[in-house]
């Protein structure tokens, strides 16, 4: 049995948002009451977190005059010297307001874009001072109901316009930040552009600055689109996009449940972290979850403990596996290569093809061939059962 304490190295964070949810849901009031964002970095420093994120209004109340959002910033700052919790990112609320009701930066309102830009760059501004270094955005209201409303293109281009500009102010102001977008499928709009990591992954490469620009994506909302998650974060980890991820589990086929990670598709959870791990990921490990509405706050810290826990436990049958003598010799075999084929990899030439076209292949035998994937997967199920 290994030691599974969250230590800094682990960085695992959660955000204002998760720890100090207090469980309102659309059907019903709040189970829990507010923790001020000083009461919740002394409790991400009870349960052993890195650090923690923050949208603008999490931190500072929308309508907060200057003075108090100074006295706001000041005693956030003292809770995190206090407690050595750190800030890798934050990111801007432009999804709770009614002014965003039709979406931030692809509103069909002008005064609303502009309105979006400028929250945004104050909001850098604070998470700049605080020491983000990533960026997010989560486009919760840029979507729509109905298509007859905006025309999709339209909606692409100023988004393509916004994060522009934004790329710009951040060079203009000399921050060592990067942005991290953030996808999902639908809700709290009826359908959300750059819906998946697949979209956003397209999108950044249409931008100006795209080296300053990656993905955050986030399990619970992949799984709502019915998509493979570690696919995805491979996908964005193999073209060096992977600037942050949202951690957490979901059932599919259902609302954004922000469950604990590693509850529900443990497997799923395991080849994500041993994906993470194998590829020595060192972003932050970010939990984008909530504690269920039936708890209090010491279940909360249940929670919080449990996403951590189940990390490092899954981190640590990732190395069994990769140790596993019967596994690994199982994948060798699956993977063999008699060197028959070396002629015809690589980059193409003439002469290549022209061989390759000419050679002949036994495909009775190819088909023929057993892969013995039914005992492999046996073999990670029972290793993660822990009788191997
Ligand atoms: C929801 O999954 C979004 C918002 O909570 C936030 O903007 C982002 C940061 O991780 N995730
Ligand atoms: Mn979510
Ligand atoms: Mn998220």
Same mark, same amino acid.
């Given at each position: 049995?290994? &030691?599974?304490?969250?230590?800094?190295?682990?960085?695992?964070?959660?955000?204002?948002?998760?720890?100090?949810?207090?469980?309102?849901?659309?059907?019903?009031?709040?189970?829990?009451?507010?923790?001020?964002?000083?009461?919740?970095?002394?409790?991400?420093? *009870?349960?052993?977190?890195?650090?923690?994120?923050?949208?603008?209004?999490?931190?500072?109340?929308?309508?907060? @005059?200057?003075?108090? !959002?100074?006295?706001?910033?000041?005693?956030?700052?003292?809770?995190?010297?206090? @407690?050595?919790?750190?800030?890798?990112?934050?990111?801007?609320?432009?999804?709770?307001?009614?002014?965003?009701?039709?979406?931030?930066?692809?509103?069909?309102?002008?005064?609303?874009?502009?309105?979006?830009?400028?929250?945004?760059?104050?909001?850098?501004?604070?998470?700049?001072?605080? #020491?983000?270094?990533?960026?997010?955005?989560?486009? #919760?209201?840029?979507?729509?109901?109905?298509?007859?409303? $905006? &025309?999709?293109?339209?909606?692409?281009? !100023?988004?393509?316009?916004?994060?522009?500009?934004?790329?710009?102010?951040?060079?203009?102001?000399?921050?060592?930040?990067?942005?991290?977008?953030?996808?999902?499928?639908?809700?709290?709009?009826?359908?959300?552009?750059?819906?998946?990591?697949?979209?956003?992954?397209?999108?950044?490469?249409?931008?100006?600055?795209?080296?300053?620009?990656?993905?955050?994506?986030?399990?619970?909302?992949?799984?709502?689109?019915?998509?493979?998650?570690?696919?995805?974060?491979?996908?964005?980890?193999?073209?060096? $996009?992977?600037?942050?991820?949202?951690?957490?589990?979901?059932?599919?086929?259902?609302?954004?449940?922000?469950?604990?990670?590693?509850?529900?598709?443990?497997?799923?959870?395991?080849?994500?972290?041993?994906?993470? *791990?194998?590829?020595?990921?060192?972003?932050?490990?970010?939990?984008?979850?909530?504690?269920?509405?039936?708890?209090?706050?010491?279940?909360?810290?249940?929670?919080?403990?449990?996403?951590?826990?189940?990390?490092?436990?899954?981190?640590?049958?990732?190395?069994?596996?990769?140790?596993?003598?019967?596994?690994?010799?199982?994948?060798?075999?699956?993977?063999?290569?008699?060197?028959?084929? *070396?002629?015809? $990899?690589?980059?193409?030439?003439?002469?290549?093809?022209?061989?390759? $076209?000419?050679?002949?292949?036994?495909?009775?035998?190819?088909?023929? !061939?057993?892969?013995?994937?039914?005992?492999?997967?046996?073999? @990670?199920?029972?290793?993660?059962? #822990?009788? !191997?």
């Amino acid at each position: 049995m290994s &030691d599974y304490t969250p230590k800094p190295e682990h960085k695992f964070t959660f955000g204002l948002w998760t720890v100090g949810n207090i469980g309102r849901d659309p059907f019903g009031e709040p189970v829990r009451e507010p923790l001020s964002p000083v009461e919740l970095v002394q409790l991400l420093a *009870e349960v052993g977190a890195y650090g923690v994120n923050f949208h603008d209004n999490d931190l500072v109340p929308i309508d907060a @005059t200057p003075p108090e !959002r100074d006295k706001i910033v000041a005693n956030f700052k003292k809770a995190l010297a206090d @407690t050595g919790i750190v800030v890798p990112m934050a990111t801007t609320n432009l999804f709770s307001d009614p002014t965003f009701k039709d979406g931030a930066f692809t509103a069909n309102d002008p005064k609303v874009r502009a309105y979006a830009l400028q929250k945004t760059m104050n909001a850098i501004d604070l998470g700049a001072e605080l #020491g983000a270094s990533i960026y997010v955005f989560w486009g #919760g209201r840029e979507g729509t109901e109905t298509d007859a409303a $905006k &025309d999709p293109i339209t909606a692409i281009k !100023r988004s393509r316009e916004a994060m522009n500009f934004l790329c710009e102010y951040v060079l203009d102001q000399g921050y060592d930040l990067k942005f991290a977008l953030e996808a999902k499928p639908n809700e709290p709009r009826g359908d959300i552009y750059n819906s998946t990591t697949g979209h956003m992954l397209a999108f950044i490469e249409t931008l100006d600055h795209p080296e300053m620009v990656g993905v955050n994506p986030e399990v619970a909302h992949e799984h709502m689109a019915g998509l493979n998650f570690v696919h995805g974060v491979a996908q964005a980890m193999e073209s060096g $996009k992977l600037f942050h991820i949202d951690l957490n589990d979901q059932a599919f086929g259902r609302y954004d449940q922000d469950f604990r990670f590693g509850m529900v598709n443990l497997k799923s959870a395991f080849f994500l972290v041993k994906l993470l *791990e194998d590829n020595g990921y060192d972003g932050d490990r970010h939990f984008d979850a909530h504690a269920y509405r039936t708890e209090d706050y010491e279940g909360v810290k249940d929670f919080a403990r449990g996403c951590m826990r189940t990390y490092l436990i899954l981190k640590e049958k990732a190395e069994r596996f990769n140790a596993d003598p019967e596994i690994q010799e199982l994948l060798a075999e699956i993977n063999a290569d008699d060197g028959s084929m *070396e002629a015809f $990899k690589g980059a193409y030439a003439a002469e290549k093809a022209a061989a390759l $076209k000419a050679h002949t292949f036994n495909r009775a035998v190819l088909g023929a !061939r057993g892969m013995k994937y039914e005992r492999l997967d046996q073999l @990670t199920v029972e290793l993660l059962l #822990g009788v !191997r």
